[in-house]
């Protein structure tokens, strides 16, 4: 299943790419964090149990995807914050390459929710933070 996600993540250009229990398989191409949040929140059935393909995974994709119940996650580039976190769930997680941190669009610094969410314990404590973030940018 892995692999197949993979492939469409690579030849459809999406940003993430879901299959639910259920096997729909949907790909999606928001910025950031964008689509794993707005799943948590407005279809959070579609993420119990998925497995998810994803181009970049930092500590606040890890902690949605945790929350959402994900079962197995592949990222092409997954932060050590992110891995850390995971070691805490059960999800199965698989990567391509392993960075220190994720960085921003700009190139010259950290990824705004990988510095906010670096120092949680917890996926819920990533969750707020999140939120606060979003909620201050809208």
Same mark, same amino acid.
């Given at each position: 299943m892995i692999e197949s996600l993979r492939g469409k993540l690579r030849s459809e250009g999406y940003t993430l790419v879901v299959c639910p229990t259920c096997g729909e398989v949907r790909g999606f191409e928001g910025r950031g964090v964008?689509?794993?949040y707005r799943l948590l929140n407005e279809e959070p059935d579609f993420l119990n149990g998925a497995t998810i393909a994803d181009k970049v995974v930092g500590r606040a994709a890890a902690a949605l995807m945790i929350l959402g119940g994900a079962k197995m996650v592949h990222s092409e580039v997954i932060s050590t914050p992110a891995l850390q976190l995971f070691d805490g769930s059960d999800v199965e997680v698989t990567f391509g390459l392993e960075v220190p941190h !994720? !960085?921003?669009?700009k190139r010259d610094g950290w990824c705004p929710l990988e510095i906010r969410c670096k120092d949680c314990e917890s996926p819920e404590e990533c969750l707020k933070r999140i939120e606060a973030f979003i909620n201050n940018k809208e």
């Open positions: 964008s689509d794993l !994720i !960085i921003n669009r």
